[in-house]
């Protein structure tokens, strides 16, 4: 059991350039989700997907687009990134139930030169 | 909306000192409250979580209580160690928007010294 996995681990990008982060889950999730994180800022939602099929914008979706591929893929693609996009991303997943508890994949460390 | 505010760090101590991180929150309606820990070069881990008002959650050591009164979730240890070095997430769940999203404090680096 892989839990959240996120490729890749490592991009260096111009300005311009698009690219996709892969994120896959196992634990048969219905719900996943895009977060960056920044220094002194947390965690802040890019976009969500309630279930297969759909997709919800989060708090800064600017300049991000996501795909639910299948109940187990969530993709984020960066159409023309800028130096504002220079973050750490996080996948992540939750079950069923009230609780809301998320699993995290081990991150995408992306930087916008 | 709901926010969650921790205090600044880093926090600096020395090995088998007592650890407190304070966490407040401001929320419409009751949500779920967690602990989310990051260690270096790694995604988070959920460290302990409470569901309701006076729940106390823990795990490794580590204790929060859910304090509606007060809208607070303080992490505490007895007595860190070396390897508790990392930054501490206090988070909460979403009231009323349907996303079942998290919503995040800035995080706490904690520097333990042997």
């Known amino acids: 059991n892989a839990g959240v996995t996120q490729t890749p681990k490592f991009q260096v990008l111009k300005t311009g350039q698009s690219m996709t982060l892969q994120c896959a889950q196992d634990?048969?999730?219905?719900?996943m989700y895009w977060y960056r994180q920044d220094p002194g800022m947390g965690l802040r939602l890019i976009y969500y997907?309630?279930?297969?099929?759909?997709?919800d914008k989060g708090e800064v979706p600017n300049g991000y687009n996501v795909s639910r591929l299948n109940k187990r893929e969530f993709s984020l693609r960066l159409e023309s990134a800028a130096p504002s996009q220079t973050s750490v991303y996080f996948c992540?997943?939750?079950?069923?139930?009230?609780?809301?508890?998320?699993?995290f994949g081990p991150g995408t460390r992306l930087t916008v030169t | 909306g709901d926010s969650v505010t921790q205090m600044e760090g880093p926090v600096t101590l020395s090995e088998e000192a007592f650890l407190t991180i304070n966490c407040t929150y401001t929320?419409?309606?009751?949500?779920?409250l967690f602990w989310y820990v990051q260690y270096p070069g790694e995604g988070l881990q959920l460290l302990l979580k409470?569901?309701?008002?006076?729940d106390k959650g823990s795990n490794k050591g580590f204790e929060a209580t859910y304090r509606k009164e007060t809208t607070s979730f303080h992490l505490e240890k007895g007595s860190v160690q070396v390897s508790d070095s990392a930054v501490y997430f206090c988070?909460?769940?979403?009231?009323?928007?349907?996303?079942?999203?998290?919503?995040f404090g800035s995080g706490t680096r904690l520097q333990v010294q042997p």
């Open positions: 992540a997943s939750t079950g069923p139930g009230g609780v809301y508890e998320q699993y």
């Open positions: 634990m048969n999730h219905n719900s």
């Open positions: 997907s309630a279930s297969e099929g759909t997709t």
């Open positions: 929320a419409t309606g009751y949500p779920s």
């Open positions: 409470a569901t309701k008002a006076d």
């Open positions: 988070a909460l769940s979403d009231s009323g928007t349907g996303r079942r999203a998290l919503t």
